[in-house]
Structures are given as structure tokens and as C-alpha cells.
Nanobody, 126 residues
Framework: QIQLVESGGASVQAGGSLRLSCAAS??????????MGWFRQTPGKGRDFVAG????????NIEGSVKGRFTISRDNAKNMVYLQMNAVKADDTGIYFC?????????????????WGRGTQADVST
């Protein structure tokens, strides 16, 4: 069983940076067994894939609209996953959720994720 808690959301101006964190608590294990993903939810658009990372961090995938600006990383020793958001835009506004699946590889499909945190709100103003 795994629990996820996101943090780091804030209100920032366009062009600024945010670093979102996802802290994982794993019963009888650690997050080495899980791939992780960040998804963004906005009103009327549902929860969309932003970034994914495999179990040991050597493979990542960044959604096209944020590629070059966002980076996903993880620290398995600390049971943490991060989303570094640079040069943010108003379109990046939303609730960011951390999700996990007990597979070595991530997926872009939210239905394949087994556990979610409660999200953290990021607001980008122009």
C-alpha cells in the first residue's frame, strides 16, 4: 500500500519557476517498485499527463507543451518525486497530481495509475 502527498504548489507570475514534490509512504517496501507520473487537472479538461518517470529514473517522458521547461526526477532513497517547472505559462495553471503504478515503466494514460495524492494547486498569472 502506498500513500502520496503533493506539495509545492503556489501562485507565481509567468516566466517564474515552481518545484512540486511528491512524498510517498510505502507499507512494506519503497518506491523502487513503482513508476510515477505527474498529471494536471483543469476545469473542463480532466486530468492530463504532464510527465512520467520509470522506477529508477533512467527513463522519463515529458508532454509536448511543457517539454524543455519541465523536468521530472526522483530520489528513491528519500521516497520522493519532483516536478521542476521553469518558464511557466498561464496554461500551466491547474491542480497537479502525483500518481503511481506498480510497474517498472510509466504510462501516459491516467486510468493505468493505481494510486493518487490529493493534488497541489499551481496558479500562473500574466
Amino acid at each position: 500500500q502506498i500513500q502520496l502527498v503533493e506539495s509545492g504548489g503556489a501562485s507565481v507570475q509567468a516566466g517564474g519557476s515552481l518545484r512540486l514534490s511528491c512524498a510517498a509512504s510505502v507499507r512494506n517496501g519503497n518506491i523502487d517498485d513503482y513508476s510515477m507520473g505527474w498529471f494536471r487537472q483543469t476545469p473542463g479538461k480532466g486530468r492530463d499527463f504532464v510527465a512520467g518517470i520509470n522506477w529508477n529514473g533512467d527513463r522519463t517522458n515529458i508532454e509536448g507543451s511543457v517539454k524543455g521547461r519541465f523536468t521530472i526526477s526522483r530520489d528513491n532513497a528519500k521516497n520522493m518525486v519532483y516536478l521542476q517547472m521553469n518558464a511557466v505559462k498561464a496554461d500551466d495553471t491547474g491542480i497537479y497530481f502525483c500518481g503511481t503504478r506498480r510497474q517498472w515503466t510509466y504510462d501516459t494514460e491516467k486510468a493505468l495509475y493505481e494510486c493518487w495524492g490529493r493534488g497541489t494547486q499551481a496558479d500562473v498569472s500574466t
